[in-house]
């Protein structure tokens, strides 16, 4: 931070200086921002974008909008560091244009590409004797007493989290507060612009009408939108005009100006729509980075999760569709960093490689995000845009379990998913999903349930490619049902091979969809 405002000051002294109408004094603040995210991280590259542009704001130069701008385009310069100084220039260029996009809109962005390509050919020319020097700079083992080491790497994690988690959560309370206030602005005022343009104008008392009669003309146009809006047309016995003279043209410009007005209407709605989303993801990454610093806080000297009360044993069995060369079928099966078992599968819509990179990337993407400390319904959500965004046929089931090993319960996340059962001493029970897939809404649609197990209990997971397979069953979760109630074998892989057999087998050896079977026996250490 200090760096940053001391660079902001020095550079404040250049001026309106400007090569080629590029801002000398733009291009040195973006590649310090860029060459502290660089070196340093997400924190710091935000740190830096706050304080130079900050600094620079309050000397006259820059607005509110620049300080934000640089602030989240640090942060992803930082965050895509890791691929060095290519990652670290397309991070800031897409938080630039992110943030303008979803800011206002527009697609006008806020700091100037120009200025953001000249800084970022001005980093990469960068000696890397001099990157050498830079990071003894930045060595804070040479910055602080040996005695005080001890505790500041956890202190300035923690002080860095909260400032970055305060700078996400501004910049949802931010959106959202521009998606709340984004009125619809002077709707008759558009509708009477639209209709001037491409109708009144042609009609030679153009003059007369909007010009010496404007007021009575307003108010039959007026008038007019209140019947289109009920009715969805209009026609000449309808308005209600004594200036006018070509009523015929005068309705099919009314007619045509609703068809625009309506696209408008559905337009911003959408972007209203989308900025909530964002606004409502933004808040869920503010959550997820608080959570982070809880644990650092909370974390004790030997940082180990405490040995669970009962554990897992799990099968499972597969096989692809005739003829396809690979699964659209992806399983999961990992221990969380919180101590809990993740197991599930997704299936892809149909199958082969798009099918399996669908269900693959509803996998990995949950998993990392649960990892990371989101709560399961921000993961979902999230997970839940990305599939959406990508376009027409990514859509894939999503069936996983989180198994406690302290207390032995188990949470059921299932979308569109087939019915999971659970069998024990007592019988079957079943637990369905009636969702539909990632991807198909904006909203995800997810089913959850909880549930206590017992040692001995076992949970059976399939996907909807086993369901159907029997041709001959009238309810299709009934077979399965039926199945498990009739057989009782103790190894978990030995009923997970049983199911899937008696699918094929049912089918008369033909495997019309790619099928998993995912079988997790309780058992108490």
Request: a negative charge; hydrophobic letters at 40%; aromatic letters at 8%.
């Amino acid at each position: 931070m200090a760096m940053g405002i001391l660079l902001a000051v020095a550079i404040s002294g250049i001026g309106g200086l400007s090569v080629f109408h590029i801002s000398v004094r733009g291009v040195l603040s973006v590649l310090i921002v860029l060459l502290l995210g660089w070196k340093r991280g997400a924190s710091v590259g935000a740190a830096a974008g706050i304080a130079i542009s900050l600094t620079l704001g309050l000397m006259g130069i820059g607005s509110v909008a620049t300080i934000a701008a640089y602030g989240f385009s640090g942060l992803l310069a930082g965050i895509f560091s890791k691929y060095g100084k290519i990652g670290a220039a397309i991070g800031f260029i897409l938080g630039n244009i992110i943030l303008a996009f979803y800011a206002n809109g527009s697609t006008e962005v806020i700091v100037s590409i120009k200025e953001i390509v000249v800084a970022s050919v001005c980093l990469f020319l960068i000696p890397k004797k001099a990157t050498v020097i830079l990071d003894d700079l930045f060595d804070y083992g040479k910055t602080l007493p040996e005695s005080t080491l001890d505790g500041y790497f956890p202190e300035t994690t923690i002080y860095r989290l909260d400032t970055v988690s305060e700078v996400v959560d501004d910049m949802a309370s931010s959106v959202q507060t521009e998606s709340a206030n984004d009125s619809e602005g002077d709707e008759v005022g558009k509708f009477i612009q639209t209709l001037n343009d491409n109708t009144c104008k042609r009609c030679e008392h153009y003059e007369k009408c909007w010009k010496q009669n404007y007021h009575n003309m307003y108010e039959t146009v007026f008038n007019s939108i209140e019947t289109l809006q009920l009715n969805g047309e209009i026609s000449e016995y309808e308005v209600d005009s004594e200036i006018c003279t070509n009523k015929a043209l005068l309705v099919d410009g009314l007619n045509f100006s609703y068809q625009i007005y309506k696209v408008n209407q559905n337009w911003q709605q959408k972007m209203k729509e989308k900025r909530m989303q964002v606004s409502k993801q933004l808040k869920g990454v503010s959550s997820a980075i608080n959570k982070i610093k809880e644990e650092i806080q909370s974390q004790t000297a030997e940082n180990i999760i405490p040995e669970g009360k009962y554990t897992l044993e799990i099968g499972m069995s597969k096989t692809k569709k005739n003829n396809s060369k690979v699964s659209g079928d992806n399983s999961i099966m990992v221990k969380l960093k919180d101590g809990k078992y993740l197991f599930g599968v997704s299936d892809g819509m149909g199958s082969g490689e798009e099918a399996n990179q669908n269900s693959k990337r509803v996998i990995e993407m949950l998993e990392k995000l649960l990892n990371t400390g989101f709560k399961k319904e921000d993961a979902l959500e999230l997970v839940n845009s990305v599939m959406a965004f990508n376009g027409e046929d990514s859509f894939a089931t999503l069936d996983v379990s989180m198994f406690d090993t302290l207390t032995g319960d188990v949470e059921f996340i299932k979308v569109s998913a087939c019915p999971t059962y659970i069998k024990n001493t007592s019988g079957v029970d079943v637990v369905q999903s009636v969702s539909l897939p990632v991807g198909i809404l904006e909203n995800a649609d997810i089913d959850l349930y909880d549930k206590s197990l017992k040692d001995g209990d076992m949970i059976v997971m399939i996907t909807d490619g086993v369901l159907e397979a029997n041709k001959e069953a009238q309810e299709k979760e009934k077979w399965i049902l039926e199945l498990l109630k009739a057989i009782h074998p103790e190894n978990p892989q030995r009923l997970a091979d049983i199911i899937l057999q008696e699918a094929v087998d049912s089918n008369f050896g033909v495997v019309e969809d790619d099928m998993t079977v995912i079988v997790a026996k309780v058992k108490q250490t």
